[in-house]
């Protein structure tokens, strides 16, 4: 299987997924846009723009393939293009989207044309004397690692994981590493990440717009990076509600949203919702104490 990105002049750049299948050569290839997306044309929540303000830390885009992550990413490292005087290394496999340095100067590094593998990319990006990192999908301990160090000695840092939640997403990130570090990482963890957003694109009613993402987003503030640090990873959930205030949403809030602007049906809400039970109760206006149980 060979997995790259081609472009071809005046015709577009393309995705492509090349394998065999029965004996055959079968190719898969996905358009890519020219034009780097923004925040307002992903439909992303206005709270996301905040994180291209970061100067330190890590953060983590997170979600199933095919929900968006790359196109979100692109929104943030396009944004600090153009807000800061910087160096951005984005280390890629492939290279999606070509950026053109406004205030930043950015480089990109495709594994097996640039550099010949990820460790070795990053066994130099510091050296590189990057201000942001951008390391693509978090595979391995190796590169869970780097990106937590990274952010430890004063990079913004972006990464991909494969989880649905921001809870998932700190269970993940421990099983890269055997349960004697776990209290460790959890500290580290606690201290570095600044940021999960995980999403979906869900089939949209407007006819211009054929998906729409809903949107979970965790700002690790004290409360949660106390739970993380502790282990009380089941009350990350009440403190990513806690924080509306800070921007904060998780998936229900999202759909909610999406639901209320028109943007979904309720079917799908309830289709993708994780307890489809309180999201109805909130559709029609109700709403239940998790601590009281009381109905209000």
């Known amino acids: 299987t060979v997995d790259t990105a081609i472009g071809f002049p005046e015709i577009g750049r393309f995705r492509l997924s090349v394998f065999r299948q029965r004996g055959s050569i079968a190719l898969v290839a996905r358009r890519l846009s020219l034009v780097i997306p923004d925040f307002n044309s992903l439909n992303l929540p206005d709270s996301i723009s905040t994180i291209a303000e970061f100067p330190i ?8 393939t095919g929900s968006g992550k790359s196109s979100t990413l692109a929104a943030l490292i396009n944004s600090i293009n153009h807000k800061r005087r910087c160096h951005i290394l984005c280390i890629e496999d492939p290279i999606e989207y070509l950026y053109k340095n406004a205030e930043a100067i950015i480089t990109q590094r495709e594994i097996g044309i640039d550099v010949p593998s990820f460790s070795e990319a990053l066994k130099y990006a510091v050296r590189q004397d990057p201000d942001v990192i951008l390391v693509g999908e978090i595979r391995d301990r190796d590169t869970m690692e780097f990106a937590i160090r990274a952010a430890e000695t004063g990079h913004l840092v972006f990464g991909t994981l494969h989880s649905s939640n921001a809870t998932q997403t700190i269970g993940r990130i ?7 570090e776990h209290s460790g990482i959890r500290k580290a963890v606690s201290m570095h990440l600044k940021a999960v957003v995980s999403q979906l694109l869900l089939p949209s009613l407007r006819e211009d717009v054929p998906v729409v993402p809903a949107i979970e987003i965790m700002f690790v503030n004290p409360i949660i990076a106390r739970l993380i640090s502790e282990g009380q990873d089941e009350k990350i959930i009440k403190g990513i509600r806690a924080g509306r205030n800070e921007g ?6 999202a759909l909610l949203d999406l639901v209320n602007r028109g943007w979904i049906s309720q079917d799908v809400a309830l289709g993708y919702a994780e307890n489809p039970h309180s999201l109805e109760m909130k559709l029609r206006g109700i709403s239940l104490s998790e ?4 109905i209000s």
Do not use: A, S, Y
């Open 57 to 64: 830390g890590l953060v983590l885009v997170t979600g199933p």
């Open 248 to 253: 904060m949403q998780d998936f229900e809030q």
């Open 291 to 294: 601590e009281t149980g009381i």
């Open 174 to 180: 421990l099983n890269f590493f055997p349960p004697v």
